[in-house]
């Protein structure tokens, strides 16, 4: 089992630079003491210590004896995730400790984003010369290898999203899949092509058909013993809207409309890596939503394999109906909980903007586990309602439900509430997430993240009451 070698921790060494961390209210302190040998080079470079603000600092010959990076205001703290990784950037390659009165949750916010900061996504302009990256000791006291299983996850759900679907159709998304699977010793499979019909699997089978890349179910089962999840992921490599076509500026992003697939993939590698005690079962149904002769009309009519009928007013609500089938497969047999994670509507992003991920359930318990693990991983989530009252506004009366009801309200939920009728037994949460970072942001480049995947992660052991593991 090999790590990311874009991810390490440096050892503690003589050579270690010493990185200064400093409040605002703590630069005079620092200044006077500490920092006294450059207290004349502080004060001529106008050093404020805002957040990740940086300032080399001369060592003993001509290089870089140290640096101070400013840990901002309260305020400044609040309003940006990841600000001391700013520096990470400007700081010359080598390695380097922090130093300063940090808590722990500043410490492991600091050592986390500097390890996600570390990313690059260059398999189509791949740099000249590597540049070497500046290297973290990790802070005392942290888990370090948590730390970075959690930065290699998220790294694989950013390389899989930010993959053009030319390069990441159903076939790649499968070979990703099987690749993951073979580096943890699980057992996978895939369900292609016209096998779905015979296997039951129609409404994933009827999205992807018009694709010349075959519509599959692929299934992922890791560990022998502990409380059983299943991940469902929604893996649309690339959607059109099918016959209710987008127009171009929707298509622009639709590369990233298997973030969900990506990230639960991503989440996996994580409990895979750190070995936690459950069994993990991933299902991710992976399907190209494009225009063809024998493409989904809207207004046809299909059999899920729970048997729900479903009228289909708009195949651009193709995601809930490859999840539909997938979550009821997930549900035949014993499972303790279900998570399903998809890119899956507009009106979440609307409702939340795109750095948070929303997600649905009707369980406090999950609840309270979700917000700790959100706060403990620095990866904020939004609880939204299962609204009962707009169980009507899904039910078309020629069939059971409608994948695009005209309600024109409420669309995230009225999503939700479509798969949450697939779902009988286990306990369940969805994340209607973005899975994009629109901007260039602290640890987050623009293009694919990972949401919810490691508020999911810390959330795990109240979850499944798994104990501290």
Known sequence: MTSDSRFAFAPASPQTRPLHVVRPEELADFVAGPGATWAAWLTASGFEAGLGELQLLPGNGNGVGAAVVGLGTAQARRRSRFGLAKAVANLPAGDWVLTGSLSEGERTEAALGWLLAGYRFDRYRPARKPAVAPRLVCPGGLDAARLLAMAEGEALTRDLINTPAQDMGPDELEAAFMALAGRFGAKALAIRGDELLERNFPMIHAVGRASPRAPRLLDMRWGAEGPALTLVGKGVCFDTGGLNLKPSAGMNLMKKDMGGAATVMGLAQMIMTLDLPLRLRVLIPAVENVVAGNA????????????????????????????????????????????????????????????????????????????????????????????????????????????????????????????????????????????????????????????????????????????GK
């Open 296 to 467: 989904l009309k809207p207004k046809d009519i299909l059999t899920s394999r729970k048997g729900l009928i479903v009228e289909v007013n708009d195949t651009d609500a193709e995601g809930r109906l490859v999840l539909a089938d997938a979550l009821a497969h997930a549900c035949e047999e014993g499972t303790d909980l279900v998570i399903s994670m998809a890119t899956l509507t507009g009106a979440a992003r609307v409702a939340v903007g795109p750095d948070l991920a929303p997600y649905y359930t009707d369980d406090p318990g999950l609840v309270t586990a979700l917000e700790a693990g959100a706060v403990a991983g620095f990866d904020p989530v939004w609880r939204m309602p299962f609204h009962d009252a707009y169980e009507t506004a899904i039910e078309p009366g020629i069939a059971d439900l409608d994948n695009a009801p005209s309600f024109g309200f409420a669309g995230s939920i009225t999503a939700a509430l479509f798969l949450r009728r697939f779902v009988d037994g286990p306990r369940y949460v969805h994340f209607d997430i973005y899975g994009y970072s629109p901007s260039d942001q602290p640890a987050r480049p623009k293009g694919g993240a990972g949401q919810g995947a490691r508020a999911v992660l810390g959330a795990l052991p109240a979850m499944l009451n798994m104990g």
